[in-house]
């Protein structure tokens, strides 16, 4: 206990200094909602495994740890940020270094005319008109304590706005590179993308670390879709193996627009990641795949909602995890299907492959249905190897390593494939052999 | 080449084969025949290393090696190939992948360099021709959504390329039509040469109309209970495996 109240003291005895840091960072509007999320931080309390949303995942080793937020400038070679790169003619990269944007590091080479790409705290001094019209709208911070300390202590993170009828062809790879640091820092990328009407864009959020630090990334990310606009968004997940990531994607689809989610996760000690896809007009497409990759004591757990409030809406989801060693994985994911949603074609898998005795899965998908006139599905597993492929295999030639190499990248294989984007295949794919076939 | 002494196996607690003998030499083609529940699958995927299925008594020298000690794997590597009554669908992994992952890892084995994309590429479309497969083929799944026949000749076709010293192929004719099993049968006779040798496990007479044995052993209740030449096949035919259940009779009662 004395912890939990230590951890939440150093916010609140620091939220007026941080307020007073803040630097042309501060309409109006944002002082007055960062003074609302505060006081909500102030008030509510850390979930406990008694919540129902957090009867999995005990987040108390989190809450042993006084994290502070990093005071100090971070500068970092070229060649670190290189070894996070998807292939070398990348066009556009931001790069944050302890969750601070580096425009040393960054470069923006491909972008139509309009678009604007960078930190959110620059779009709060330059066009806190967007800002002031988005931000904050739709991650809730009235009762979750993560989002509201995110948003009270909001100061950097990602900001993407694509104009009307824009195509950004070349994807926007955003890199958040911790490093290494004196005290146990708390970084808060707080980012916001918005493809305005029939516009089209491509992001992929990527979470690294220089080494296995312990550090908290609190991050809460989000996406505006609005008419017809496309957005292909992928989340890598690669934190130091001592970390703790706490995330959540709030993603806001407007009729006929078009939503794919791709979350990668193989790093963190605790990760937890919320991403909740609301349908706000007829006509639209939403994908969230995932797939988690865990070892040792790692522990995974994806909350996803979806939300059919309009009717003629598809969604397709499907999580995968690989489970090794005494790892834990969540999936929760939700399906909520309202009165007006008729028409709504929703349908969602969620398949684990177990490589230890000692590995555990526990998953809920859940489908909420109150229309009558729909289509939806829903489906888990928890399985081990194949043995009998197992055997095949070997019986040609192939060894025990090879032969679970084979099977484990076969079970990664549809979602992988589902990805768009041939540089973060390939990277995947790199992530599974370096894993597996050694 | 092949030399099975008094073998027993098991498979959960129960006696399935019950004292084989067998002597192959490199070379020949063998018909092992049998009724159902007679033994013939247990006997070739015992031999392939299932570990399931457990050899309680006698051994198996193959090539004067110890075969029940090798791993599925290393038998693979030194020559031994098992084509599956029921091959494995594996979704996600393409034929063209687990062919070229087998083949190298048995390279690998006898310290020889991986083939090179080109020479690989041009040894698997040879060895295509040989079973009637056209390419699209390579990239599919393996197994995954083939039919009976398909199943049949991709297995036949891996076969070809991982080119064995001793093939066994269980039921590989089992629900083939007779275009498909001229097909499977062509391939099996292409690949013999005086240097391997092939087992044919098979419940019928009809594939042995298209390859030739020189022996044909006939298995009933975990036992070899006769042996010949390739006119037992026939007169099995004709008469039905009910005349080697009475033969049995006479001989133990006799």
Redesign the interface.
């Known amino acids: 206990m004395d912890n939990i109240i230590e951890f939440k003291e150093w916010f609140i005895k620091n939220f007026n200094a941080f307020e007073e840091s803040l630097n042309g960072e501060n309409t109006p509007l944002l002082h007055r909602v960062r003074k609302e999320a505060f006081k909500n931080f102030n008030e509510l309390s850390f979930p406990t495994v008694k919540d129902e949303e957090w009867r999995f995942t005990n987040i108390s080793p989190l809450l042993k740890y006084n994290f502070t937020l990093p005071s100090e400038d971070f500068k970092i070679s070229d060649e670190l940020v290189n070894k996070f790169l998807l292939n070398e003619i990348e066009s556009n990269i931001l790069i944050f270094v302890n969750g601070k944007f580096s425009e040393k590091n960054s470069k923006l080479l491909n972008l139509p005319e309009g678009t604007i790409v960078g930190s959110i705290s620059d779009a709060m001094k330059n066009n806190p008109e967007i800002i002031d019209k988005y931000f904050g709208k739709y991650a809730s911070y009235s009762n979750q304590i993560f989002t509201a300390l995110s948003t009270a202590f909001t100061k950097d993170g990602a900001f993407v706005y694509v104009p009307d009828s824009k195509i950004v062809e070349d994807p926007i790879h955003i890199i958040f590179i911790t490093t290494a640091s004196e005290k146990k820092i708390i970084i808060q990328p707080r980012n916001l993308f918005i493809a305005s009407k029939n516009s089209q864009v491509t992001i992929i959020e990527h979470f690294v670390s220089e080494n296995d630090n312990i550090y908290f990334t609190n991050a809460v990310t989000e996406i505006v879709a609005e008419e017809n606009a496309i957005i292909d968004h992928y989340k890598l997940q690669e934190e130091s193996k001592n970390a703790f990531h706490i995330a959540r994607v709030e993603i806001d689809q407007k009729r006929s627009s078009n939503f794919t989610s791709h979350s990668i996760s193989t790093g963190g000690v605790i990760t937890r990641n919320d991403i909740n896809a609301h349908f706000n007009g007829e006509g639209g497409e939403c994908t969230l795949n995932g797939l988690f990759l865990l070892e040792d004591k790692q522990l995974f757990d994806a909350h996803t909602l979806i939300d059919h409030a309009t009717p003629l809406c598809n969604s397709h989801e499907h999580y995968k995890g690989i489970l090794d060693d005494s790892s834990r994985g969540v999936f929760n994911g939700k399906v909520l299907v309202r009165q007006d949603a008729q028409k709504t074609n929703a349908f969602q898998k969620n398949n684990n492959i177990l490589l230890s005795n000692n590995a555990l899965v526990n998953t809920k998908p859940q489908l909420e249905i109150f229309a009558d006139d729909v289509k939806c599905s829903h489906g888990a597993t928890i399985g081990q190897i194949?043995e009998?492929?197992k055997?095949?295999?070997?019986?040609?030639?192939?060894?025990?390593k090879?032969?679970n190499a084979?099977?484990i990248?076969?079970?990664?294989?549809?979602v992988i494939k589902s990805m768009k984007i041939d540089s973060v295949r390939n990277y995947l794919e790199d992530i599974l052999s370096k894993r597996f076939n050694q | 080449m092949l030399e099975v002494k008094n073998l027993h196996v098991s498979i959960n607690g129960n006696k399935i084969l019950k004292g084989i003998n067998l002597t192959i030499n490199a070379g020949e083609i063998h018909a092992i025949m049998g009724p159902n529940g007679s033994g013939k699958s247990t006997l070739a995927q015992a031999l392939a290393g299932r570990e399931e299925y457990v050899v309680t008594d006698g051994e198996v020298f193959y090539n004067g090696e110890n075969l029940l000690e090798l791993s599925p794997e290393d038998r693979a590597r030194k020559g031994l190939f098992l084509a599956f009554q029921y091959p494995v669908e594996i979704p996600g992994v393409s034929n063209v992948n687990l062919l070229k992952t087998a083949l190298n890892e048995i390279r690998k084995f006898h310290d020889e360099e991986e083939l090179d994309a080109i020479d690989f590429l041009n040894l698997i479309k040879d060895k295509m021709k040989l079973v009637d497969l056209d390419e699209s083929f390579l990239k599919r799944s393996v197994n995954e959504g083939f039919s009976g026949g398909e199943k049949k000749r991709n297995e036949i076709f891996q076969m070809a390329v991982l080119n064995p010293k001793l093939a066994i192929l269980d039921e590989t004719d089992s629900g083939l039509d007779i275009d498909a099993l001229k097909v499977v049968a062509n391939g099996v006779n292409k690949l013999k040469s005086k240097d391997n040798a092939t087992i044919i496990v098979t419940h019928y007479q009809r594939l042995l109309d298209y390859i030739i044995p020189d022996f044909v052993h006939v298995l009933y209740d975990g036992k070899i209970v006769k042996s010949g030449g390739k006119e037992l096949a026939f007169e099995l035919e004709e008469k039905g495996y009910e005349w080697l259940k009475n033969g049995e009779e006479k001989v133990v009662t006799g």
């Open positions: 194949d009998e492929a055997f095949y295999l070997k019986s040609r030639g192939i060894g025990e090879a032969a084979i099977l990248h076969a079970f990664a294989s549809d």
